[in-house]
């Protein structure tokens, strides 16, 4: 199976901070790998996936980058609204797996 | 719009059997794969199953396989997790989402998950 380590397991930053979630790949998964939120209690919510793209409707302060092994989450304007867990995920091989979560904080 | 809305939770004990339904609307079914996810309490996401728009392929989790089966019916528009011989590490919030076609490769498709539902809760304890 993949592994997927997401580092920091948890930050804490204040609004209007830029923030940079880190994830990495046990093998090379190329861009195939997605971004999701989740806020305590909810569902997730999809973010980005193919490592860059952002999903429909999501705020254009969200960027992923990245292929192969490493891969990014910028926030580049944290607002209140932002403090929540962020997962990645790839679906370069199955099964599918997730990072472990990043929780940011204030 | 777009919803998922599962249900089929509850207590269950060690070994019994219990089937999540998964209700879809606001979109063509049909057309779509569907995965469930799952989280256990604390914990982070854990991917469980994925079943293709026409229920041609699937996939379980090694930590379900035999036990869990994935199915759906796209004239009930309905996804369902049929879970058997449940253990107490099963306790969790389980997740349908939908899945849009991402890519195939060496005869496997993949999906993202684009949309998901509020969860239904399985507790699994005598």
């Known amino acids: 199976d993949i592994q997927m380590t997401q580092s920091p397991s948890s930050l804490s930053a204040s609004v209007g901070d830029r923030v940079t979630i880190t994830c990495r790949a046990s093998q090379g998964i190329s861009n195939y790998l997605a971004w999701f939120q989740q806020k305590p209690g909810k569902a997730p919510k999809s973010l980005i996936y193919a490592a860059s793209s952002l999903q429909s409707g999501v705020p254009s302060k969200f960027s992923g980058s990245g292929s192969g092994t490493h891969f990014t989450l910028t926030i580049s304007s944290l607002q209140p609204e932002d403090f929540a867990t962020y997962y990645c995920?790839?679906?370069?091989?199955?099964?599918?797996?997730f990072g472990g979560g990043t929780k940011v904080e204030i | 719009q777009v919803q998922l809305v599962e249900s089929g939770g509850g207590v269950v004990q060690p070994g019994r059997s219990l089937r999540l339904s998964c209700a879809a609307s606001g979109f063509t079914f049909s057309s779509y794969a569907m995965h469930w996810v799952r989280q256990a309490p604390g914990k982070g996401l854990e991917w469980v199953a994925v079943m293709a728009f026409d229920g041609s392929n699937k996939f379980h989790a090694d930590s379900v396989k035999g036990r869990f089966t994935i199915s759906r019916d796209n004239s009930k528009n309905t996804l369902y997790l049929q879970m058997n011989s449940l253990r107490p590490e099963d306790t969790a919030v389980y997740y349908c989402?939908?899945?849009?076609?991402?890519?195939?490769?060496?005869?496997?498709?993949?999906?993202?998950?684009?949309?998901w539902g509020q969860g239904t809760t399985v507790t699994v304890s005598s």
């Open positions: 995920q790839q679906y370069n091989t199955y099964p599918l797996t």
């Open positions: 989402a939908r899945g849009p076609l991402l890519y195939c490769s060496g005869g496997s498709c993949y999906y993202g998950m684009d949309v």
